[in-house]
């Protein structure tokens, strides 16, 4: 998502992005802070901005989930294990909804090609999902993906607020060659990319279909208990448990510590109905 207008007026977002990083809640002292620039081949037009966070904007665009999705995958921020080869490439952002207001506990599941354009589809290398933190960031180690016929360089994620339904999209990377016949491309979706030395570093905000005021949301009050099971928020259940909930039972497909939000029904990503 773009930081920067093409006259190099910094967008409300970006501030938002720069006001959150410091631990503000207020962005406006923060104007001066500069942000990531995407980067342009000679004759390249500046590509078409992804909607910015505010009341009645859309979403993140979805894309096609792709035949290399593998569910299950391990809880880590960093893809990178012994012996990796490739461009080391940092991805951060946050994950906001409508009205700008960041996501904490969104859950991102990345996957990618290595070096050479392939997938790993017996193991987990550059697979694997995190959270947001309080402040609604996220961050991921990985390298930059190679190529494969028909596709340009691209990473896969699905991004789902707590109880909210899954984005699947893909986030890509300006400048590429390919960028202008892979017909999945979609310029939205290109990354802010700047070279770190011998490593890159690339941003990119999501903006999730979930309303939001223009405060915290007020607490819900009840009107029917809820439903019974042995799922329990606050409980850090494993890849393989079982629980029960409202009657079905469920099987835990990825680690993580139940919350609310997260019942088995509302986080496919989590729970598969057995």
């Known amino acids: 998502m773009e930081n920067e207008t093409t006259t190099g007026h910094i967008t409300r977002k970006a501030v938002l992005r720069a006001a959150l990083a410091a631990g503000m809640a207020a962005p406006a002292v923060l104007m001066g802070v500069p942000a990531l620039a995407r980067t342009l081949t000679a004759g390249e037009a500046a590509p078409a901005l992804t909607p910015e966070c505010d009341d009645g904007d859309d979403p993140t665009p979805q894309q096609t989930e792709g035949p290399y999705f593998k569910p299950n995958s391990p809880l880590r921020t960093s893809l990178l294990e012994s012996g990796t080869v490739g461009v080391r490439l940092t991805v951060s952002g946050y994950v906001f909804g409508l009205a700008c207001r960041p996501i904490a506990g969104a859950l991102l599941d990345f996957w990618q090609a290595d070096?050479?354009?392939?997938?790993?589809?017996?193991?987990?290398?550059?697979?694997?999902?995190?959270?947001?933190?309080?402040?609604?960031?996220?961050?991921?180690?990985?390298?930059?993906?190679?190529?494969?016929?028909?596709?340009?360089?691209?990473?896969?994620?699905?991004?789902?607020?707590?109880?909210?339904?899954?984005?699947?999209?893909?986030?890509?990377?300006?400048?590429?060659?390919?960028?202008?016949?892979?017909?999945?491309?979609?310029?939205?979706?290109?990354?802010?990319?700047?070279?770190?030395?011998?490593?890159?570093?690339?941003?990119?905000?999501?903006?999730?279909?979930?309303?939001?005021?223009?405060?915290?949301?007020?607490?819900?009050?009840?009107?029917?208990?809820?439903?019974?099971?042995?799922?329990?928020?606050?409980?850090?259940?494993?890849?393989?448990?079982?629980?029960?909930?409202?009657?079905?039972?469920?099987?835990?497909?990825?680690?993580?510590?139940?919350?609310?939000?997260?019942?088995?029904?509302n986080v496919p990503a989590l729970w598969r109905a057995v």
């Not at 009050?221 to 079982?242: E, H, V």
């Open 115 to 265: 070096t050479n354009g392939a997938y790993d589809n017996t193991g987990f290398r550059f697979r694997g999902h995190q959270f947001t933190d309080a402040q609604g960031a996220f961050k991921l180690s990985t390298i930059v993906p190679g190529l494969y016929p028909g596709r340009t360089r691209h990473i896969h994620v699905k991004v789902q607020a707590p109880g909210r339904p899954v984005l699947t999209t893909q986030l890509y990377f300006p400048g590429e060659p390919r960028n202008n016949t892979d017909s999945i491309f979609d310029a939205r979706l290109l990354m802010s990319v700047r070279d770190a030395g011998a490593a890159k570093e690339a941003a990119f905000d999501f903006v999730l279909n979930v309303p939001q005021g223009p405060g915290p949301s007020p607490t819900a009050t009840a009107t029917t208990p809820p439903p019974g099971g042995s799922w329990a928020a606050g409980t850090a259940y494993r890849a393989g448990d079982r629980v029960t909930y409202g009657g079905p039972a469920y099987v835990c497909l990825q680690a993580h510590t139940g919350q609310a939000g997260w019942e088995p029904p």
